[in-house]
C-alpha cells in the first residue's frame, strides 16, 4: 500500500468523494437488451466493484432516437430505464463504488444501414474509415441542433434520477460533439462552424442545458479527445485552448481521450500491444497543465493503456493526471486494485493490449469477454464468488501446456484437486511460447507467464519434457484427464516448391536463420500469425510481400487494431496482394493468381516461402483413450485449431468441469 500512496489516496470529483484514484471509463459491452442494462451488466460491474475500483463510468447511454442503430445500446433519454439504472447504481453503490455515466450521439459514426435512418452531422461529409458508415450523412438543421442539445439534458436528468453520481460527455473519439468542435468534419458557415467560437457553440449549449437540468452541485464532466492526430484535425496545441474554455463553462471534471476516425488516428482511441504503455499520457498532462495555467483546478484523467499499478502510481505521482483510467486492466482483472492495495502486485493477470475478447467482441455484436480472462462478461456463471470447492478431490492429470492446460490446471487446483500437469516441451506456453518470438507479439508472453506462475504457486506438479501416451497415462490412472495438446501446423502442396523453402510460420519464427532476405507470406490465417510474422521479418531488414484470399492481411484482427496494421505494414514497406492465391513456384519466382480474374502475378527472385495459416488438431490421443479413462475433458486447439482467446475459454470450462 505504502508503495501505492497515491494511487489510493481518495479524490473529489465537484460534490462527490472517490475512494482512490483508479477509474473503469465508459466501455460498450453488448451487455444491455432493449436499450436497459441487463443482469449481466450488472454482474460484470459488480465484479470489478468488489475488486476496488473507485470510479466506474457507465458505458455510453444514447441520448436521443437519432442515433439509435441497436438495441444492445444504452438510451436512457428514453424514463424507463430509470429504473433499470437504479437497480445497477444501488448494487455497485453497497461496494463503495462512485458511479458515473457517458451519454452520446455518435453524429455520423453509426451505420446508417443498421440505424435505417439518415445520419446527423454538422455537416455532410461522410465517416472516412468505415464502409457502412459511410453515407453522407445529413447536415443538422438549427431545429434538430436544439433537439439534440436538450435531448442530453434530459438524459442527464434521467440518470440522476436513476441514482447515478455524475455524467460524463462524450465530447471524444469523433463523437457529434466532436464533431462540431472539429474543421476536420465541421465545414458548416453557420453561427455552428467556422470560427473557434462557433464551432464550440454546440458543446458550450451542450453543457449549459445540461448543467440547468442537473443542477449546480451535479458532477458532470466532459471526455475530449486531446489530438486528433489528423491533418486538419483538432491536435494538442488546439486542445490546449479549447479545454480551458469547456472546463470553466461549468464542468467539473475532464476526461483525456484521444483520435477519432480517420486512418491510423481510429487506432489510437484504445491503443494495443503495438503501443508502449501509456503512450497518451502526455496528452493528459499537457491539458492539465493548460487547466492550471487557467486557474481551472478539476481532476483530469489520463487513458491508454495503464496497465499495471506501478505505471499508474508513476502517472500520478509526476503530476501528469488526477486519475487513471485502467479499463482493459480492470477486464483483465478486476481485482487490481485490491491485490495492489494488498502488495500481491505479480498475481495481478495483465492486460496484453491484444483487443481480440473485449472491443474486438464487441464490435462483432457479441458480449464483451477477455482473451487472459474467460471469466468477463459472464460473470454471473464464472465470477470470482461462483468458484466451489469441488466435491471429490479428484487426482486429475493435465497433458498440454498451452494456454488451455494452463488454465485448466489452474482452475482444478483452485477447486481443490491435485493436478499433475505434463508437457513434452522443455517451457510452457504451447504456441504461445512461438507467436511471441515476433517482436511484435511480445506481449503475448505475459500470459503464458502468469499462468505458469500461477500453477506452480498453486503447487501443480509440472513435467517438462515428458510426453504423454496412451500407455503413460493409463499407468498414472488419474480421476480425471484434461487432454490441451494443442495443434499442429499444416504445410499445403505448392506445385514447383522443391526448390524453395516452404516453411511453417511457426519454423520460421523458431528458426529465423533459415529466413531468407525477400519473403513472401501466404496468408491463411487473417489474424496475427501472418501479419505477425510479416512485420516482424520487415523490421529485421527483409524484404516482405503478403499474399492473401482476402481483401487485406490481418482481415479478422479486430478493426480497431487493424487499422493499426495496415498503417505500420504500409510505412514499412510490406506489399500486399489482395485475394490472390499462390499457385506454383517457378524456380525462385512465386506465382500468384487473382481470386476473380484468374490474372498471374509473379514475385521474382524469392529466398523464402513461408505459410502462415491451417493447421491440425492434435488430438490422437484424445481419440484413443475415450472411453478408457473416468474421466476425459478436451480443450482448445486440440479439438480444434482456433485461437487463445478460446483455449482458454476451454482450459477455464475444463478446470471447472472436472
Ligand atoms: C505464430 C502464431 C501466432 C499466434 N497468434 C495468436 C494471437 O495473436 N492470438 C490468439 O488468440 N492466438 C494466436 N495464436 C494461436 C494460439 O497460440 C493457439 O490457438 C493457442 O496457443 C492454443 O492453445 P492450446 O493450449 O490449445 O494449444 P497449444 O498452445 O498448441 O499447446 C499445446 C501444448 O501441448 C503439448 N503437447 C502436445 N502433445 C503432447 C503430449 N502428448 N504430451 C505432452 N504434451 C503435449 C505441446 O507441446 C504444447 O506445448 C498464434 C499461433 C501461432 C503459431
Ligand atoms: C470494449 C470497449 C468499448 C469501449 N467503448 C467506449 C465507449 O462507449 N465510450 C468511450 O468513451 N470509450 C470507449 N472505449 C474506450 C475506453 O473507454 C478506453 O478509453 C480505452 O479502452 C483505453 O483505455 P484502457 O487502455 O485503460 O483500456 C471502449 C473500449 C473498449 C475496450
Ligand atoms: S481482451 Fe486483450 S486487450 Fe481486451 S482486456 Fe483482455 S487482454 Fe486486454
Not at 481521450?257 to 487506432?267: C, D, I, L, M, R
Not at 517482436?439 to 506452480?456: D, T, Y
Not at 502475378?601 to 475415450?626: H, K, M, N, Q, W
Request: proline share 5%; glycine share 10%.
Amino acid at each position: 500500500m505504502a508503495q501505492f500512496s497515491h494511487l489510493f489516496q481518495p479524490i473529489a470529483i465537484g460534490t462527490v468523494t472517490v475512494s482512490n484514484r483508479i477509474l473503469s471509463s465508459a466501455h460498450g459491452t453488448q451487455l444491455v437488451d432493449d436499450g436497459l442494462p441487463n443482469e449481466r451488466l450488472i454482474a460484470y460491474h459488480l465484479e470489478r466493484a468488489r475488486g476496488g475500483v473507485g470510479l466506474i463510468v457507465l458505458e455510453a447511454s444514447r441520448v436521443h432516437p437519432s442515433t439509435v442503430q441497436s438495441a444492445r445500446q444504452l438510451a436512457a433519454f428514453d424514463p424507463r430505464v430509470i429504473p433499470a439504472y437504479r437497480r445497477l447504481v444501488d448494487a455497485l453503490h453497497a461496494h463503495g463504488v462512485v458511479v458515473f455515466a457517458q451519454i452520446v450521439h455518435q453524429g455520423r459514426q453509426i451505420s446508417g444501414l443498421a440505424a435505417r435512418q439518415p445520419l446527423w452531422a454538422p455537416s455532410p461529409i461522410p465517416c472516412p474509415v468505415f464502409p457502412a458508415h459511410r453515407a453522407v450523412p445529413h447536415a443538422m438543421d438549427h431545429d434538430q441542433i436544439r433537439e439534440v442539445v436538450q435531448a442530453h439534458a434530459v438524459t442527464a436528468a434521467n440518470l440522476k434520477d436513476a441514482g447515478v453520481d455524475g455524467v460524463e460527455l462524450h465530447g471524444a473519439h469523433g463523437y457529434l460533439i466532436q464533431q462540431f468542435m472539429s474543421p476536420f468534419s465541421n465545414q458548416r458557415s453557420d453561427a455552428y462552424g467556422g470560427s473557434l467560437e462557433n464551432r464550440l457553440r454546440f458543446a458550450y449549449e451542450v453543457i449549459d442545458a445540461t448543467r440547468a437540468a442537473v443542477g449546480p452541485d451535479y458532477p458532470l464532466g466532459m471526455r475530449v479527445s486531446g489530438d486528433e492526430f489528423v491533418p486538419g484535425g483538432l491536435d494538442l496545441q488546439q486542445m490546449e485552448v479549447i479545454a480551458p474554455r469547456l472546463v470553466a463553462r461549468g464542468l467539473d471534471f475532464l476526461a483525456v481521450s484521444v483520435s477519432t476516425y480517420a486512418g491510423s488516428s481510429y487506432a489510437t482511441m484504445i491503443p494495443d500491444m503495438h503501443f508502449p504503455h501509456g503512450p497518451f499520457v502526455y496528452v493528459a498532462s499537457a491539458l492539465r497543465a493548460a487547466l492550471h495555467a487557467a486557474g481551472l483546478r478539476v481532476p483530469v484523467m489520463a487513458a491508454g493503456r495503464i496497465v499495471d499499478p506501478a505505471q499508474a502510481e508513476q502517472v500520478l505521482a509526476e503530476g501528469h493526471a488526477d486519475m487513471v483510467t485502467m479499463t482493459r486492466a480492470l477486464i483483465a482483472d478486476p481485482e487490481l486494485p485490491r491485490k495492489a492495495r494488498e502488495g500481491r502486485v505479480e498475481d495481478i493477470r495483465a492486460c496484453i493490449g491484444c483487443n481480440q475478447g473485449c472491443v474486438g467482441m464487441v464490435h462483432m455484436r457479441q458480449p464483451i469477454t477477455c482473451l487472459v480472462n474467460p471469466t468477463a462478461g459472464v460473470e454471473q456463471e464464472w465470477g470470482l464468488q461462483t468458484l466451489q470447492p469441488a466435491a471429490r478431490r479428484k487426482r486429475v492429470l493435465v497433458v498440454g501446456g498451452g494456454p488451455a492446460g494452463l488454465e485448466a490446471a489452474r482452475v482444478a487446483t483452485l477447486r481443490g484437486h491435485r493436478v499433475a500437469l505434463w508437457e513434452q516441451g522443455w517451457e510452457l506456453g504451447g504456441q504461445l511460447a512461438i507467436a511471441v518470438r515476433a517482436r511484435n507479439r511480445v506481449e503475448l508472453g505475459k500470459l503464458a507467464g502468469w499462468l505458469e506462475w500461477q500453477v506452480r504457486q498453486l503447487g501443480v506438479e509440472v513435467r517438462l519434457g515428458t510426453e504423454a501416451t496412451v500407455e503413460s497415462v493409463l499407468v498414472a490412472e488419474p480421476d480425471a484427464v484434461v487432454l490441451a495438446t494443442g495443434a499442429v501446423p499444416l504445410l499445403p502442396q505448392i506445385p514447383g516448391c522443391d526448390g524453395l523453402p516452404l516453411l511453417d510460420v511457426t519454423d520460421a519464427l523458431c528458426n529465423l536463420r533459415q529466413v531468407g532476405r525477400r519473403v513472401v507470406v501466404l496468408d491463411d490465417d487473417r489474424h496475427y500469425k501472418a501479419a505477425g510474422i510479416a512485420e516482424h521479418l520487415a523490421d529485421l531488414g527483409h524484404e516482405v510481400a503478403i499474399v492473401t484470399v482476402r481483401a487485406e492481411t490481418g482481415a479478422d484482427v479486430p478493426t480497431v487494431s487493424f487499422h493499426g496494421l495496415r498503417h505500420r505494414l504500409g510505412k514499412k514497406g510490406v506489399r500486399t496482394l489482395s485475394y490472390h492465391d499462390v499457385a506454383r513456384v517457378e524456380g525462385r519466382a512465386v506465382v500468384a493468381v487473382d481470386d476473380f480474374s484468374g490474372r498471374e502475378t509473379v514475385l521474382p527472385d524469392v529466398d523464402t516461402l513461408i505459410y502462415a495459416g491451417l493447421s491440425r488438431a492434435a488430438d490422437e490421443l484424445a481419440r484413443a483413450l475415450r472411453g478408457r479413462v473416468a474421466e476425459l475433458h478436451v480443450a482448445g486447439d486440440c479439438a480444434a485449431p482456433r485461437r487463445a482467446l478460446e483455449a482458454m475459454r476451454e482450459g477455464h470450462a475444463a478446470g471447472r468441469a472436472v
